[in-house]
């Protein structure tokens, strides 16, 4: 089993430690790097994995998972870079390459390779926040120097949170922060307006909001353990001349499909927009 370094022991972290100790997982072999010593101490007691302040703990581990801010990642990859090159001066090193999962937000590997001083295997991620609940959808990215082991390694400790889904081109993965990264959100949203209209057709919020989310769980879970899709599914309860047929016809004239086309591309521009700014070597 793979030594596995976290730096960074935020909650997506805290999740997928969850996840893989939930999956078999050794806690001996999974350390945490976090300047938060109070967040250390709660992931030491919670999974009683190794824990320190210092990120370069991480610098002998197999996979070192990336999981910072982005506007701090080329900070950190440039200490491990510093602190890997002093290591060799005095033959104290025995550092094979590790694996790089990089978590942060918008940053692609290409600036991360760079920031590691290239040649790096990198597998770039966009997981969702469900993933906090062992119920996320993650989309990866493999640069050229990971191998078919490295992937499969990946893989594996990104479904201890749920689906995964690899890409081929990196720039797909803006489309799956707009796709699945962002939308929880637009889920919510929907929620939170379907709510409003109970309460102003007359029901309470508590009872408004029961049904909602109570609705909105047997609906998702009824697509996803289904064989047909949404569309096809949205077809056999609408029954025509009925109140569904109605809702939806009411939907269609506003032009809902391209409602939501308009805000899923707006997400994908900004996401391209944030990776050339993450990339800027202005970033500290």
């Known amino acids: 089993m793979p030594d596995i370094g976290f730096i960074g022991g935020g909650n997506m972290a805290g999740s997928l430690i969850g996840g893989l100790i939930n999956a078999g997982y050794a806690a001996a072999d999974i350390t945490v790097s976090e300047p938060n010593e109070e967040r250390l101490q709660t992931l030491k007691n919670d999974f009683n994995v190794k824990v320190s302040i210092d990120n370069n703990t991480?610098?002998?581990?197999?996979?070192?998972?990336?999981?910072?801010?982005?506007q701090i990642l080329k900070t950190v990859c440039n200490q491990l870079v510093y602190q890997q090159q002093a290591q060799n001066k005095?033959?104290?090193s025995k550092l094979n390459k590790p694996l790089f999962i990089s978590i942060a937000a918008g940053v692609k590997s290409t600036d991360i390779n760079r920031w590691l001083n290239n040649d790096q295997a990198?597998?770039?991620c966009m997981p969702n926040t469900p993933a906090l609940l062992q119920c996320g959808a993650t989309g990866l990215f493999a640069n050229k120097?990971?191998?078919d082991s490295q992937k499969q390694q990946a893989e594996k400790i990104m479904q201890a949170v749920g689906i995964?889904?690899?890409v081929d081109n990196e720039t797909q993965l803006n489309a799956v922060t707009a796709v699945s990264g962002s939308g929880p959100a637009y889920f919510f949203l929907m929620m939170e307006a379907m709510v409003r209209a109970g309460e102003k057709?007359?029901?309470?919020a508590d009872v408004a909001q029961k049904l909602v989310l109570q609705t909105a769980l047997g609906a998702a879970r009824m697509a996803s353990e289904s064989d047909v899709s949404p569309a096809e599914l949205r077809q056999r309860v609408t029954s025509k001349g009925g109140t569904t047929e109605q809702a939806i016809l009411s939907f269609q004239s506003a032009n809902y499909q391209q409602i939501v086309f308009d805000a899923l591309n707006a997400?994908?521009?900004r996401s391209i927009a944030l990776a050339d700014e993450l990339a800027s070597d202005k970033i500290i």
Do not use: M, Y
């Open 58 to 70: 991480t610098l002998n581990c197999d996979i070192i998972i990336l999981a910072v801010k982005p």
């Open 90 to 92: 005095t033959g104290h």
């Open 122 to 124: 990198i597998v770039r």
């Open 145 to 147: 120097f990971v191998t």
């Open 164 to 166: 995964t889904i690899w």
């Open 201 to 204: 057709l007359g029901l309470t």
């Open 267 to 269: 997400a994908n521009n």
